[in-house]
C-alpha cells in the first residue's frame, strides 16, 4: 500500500481506496468496481462520512432481522470483499451466516481469490465457488449463479454495493434483503426491505455491535422492533439528511470554509 501521511485531511477515504487498487491488482476487484466505489465516495461526501440516524435505525432493524433469520446469507462481491473481508467475517460468526460469492463479472479465478481472502480471515464456511448453480430468474448477469447452499435457501440476504437488478431478483424470489449502500436513491436502495444508507465499512462494523446487544432479546422484542420499522420513511430521512446539510450550506456561506484572500494573491 502506497504511503498516506498520518494527518492527512482525507486519510479514511484514501486508505479505502489502496484497498480496493491493491486487490484490483490481485484481481479480487475489477475495474467497473472502481468506478461504483466513486459513486459511493460521492454519497458518503454528501451525509458527511458518518452514520447518520435512519443508518443506526437501519442497522438496528437489520440485526433484529439476522438474529431472527433461520438461515442468513451474506452476499460477497470484489469491493465488499477488498473494503471488508474482517468485518464480513465477525458478523457471519456473530449471527451463523453462510457466505457467498456472488460476482456481476464472474470468473472461477476471481471467486476463488475472493474466497481464499475470505478464509484467511477466519471465514469457516464460503459457498459460491465451484457450487454454483442457475437460481435467480430474470436476471442475464453472472448474478443468477448462485449455490444451493447459499442464497437458494437463504431467507435473509445482506447485500453490499448489490445491483438493483439482483436485489429486485431476490425479492421476486421471497427472500427479505438487506442492503447497505451510500446511495439513497439507487434502485437496490428501494428494492430492500431494509436499506442502510452508510459506508460498508462503518455500517458493518456498527452491525456487529447491534447484533452483540440484541442477542439476548426475546423474539417478541425483536419481532417488535421490525414492525415499528418503515424503510420508505427510513430512505426520506436519509435524503432529508443530505438536503437539510447542503440547504444549511447553501443558506450559511460562511461555514463554507474557503481561502478568503485567495483572490488577492493573483
Ligand atoms: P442500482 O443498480 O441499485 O440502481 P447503481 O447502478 O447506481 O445502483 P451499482 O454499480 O449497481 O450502482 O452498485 C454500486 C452501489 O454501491 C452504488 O449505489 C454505490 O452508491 C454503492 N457504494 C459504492 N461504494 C460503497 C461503499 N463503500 N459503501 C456502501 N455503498 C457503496
Ligand atoms: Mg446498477
Redesign the pocket.
Known sequence: MSHIPEDHPRRESLI?REKLVEDFRKGIVVP?GLI??G???C??YLIGEKTIEPAMKAIRAAAASLLMASYPVISVNG?SAA?AAEHIVRLSKAIDAVIEVNLFHRSERRARLIAEKLAEFGARDVVGVDDVVEGVPGLSSDRRLVSSRGILKADVVLV??????R?EALRRLGKFVVA????PL????RMANITIV????R?LDALIREVARLRNHSRGSLENLLKGYDNREVLAEAIRCIADRLMHLARNPEEIEVFEDLHKEL
Open positions: 479505502l467497473q461504483a466505489h459513486r459511493g465516495e454519497f458518503d469491493n473494503l453490499m454495493l448489490e445491483d438493483g437488478d436485489t447497505i449502500d451510500l446511495n439507487s434502485r437496490t436502495a452508510d459506508n460498508v465499512v455500517a
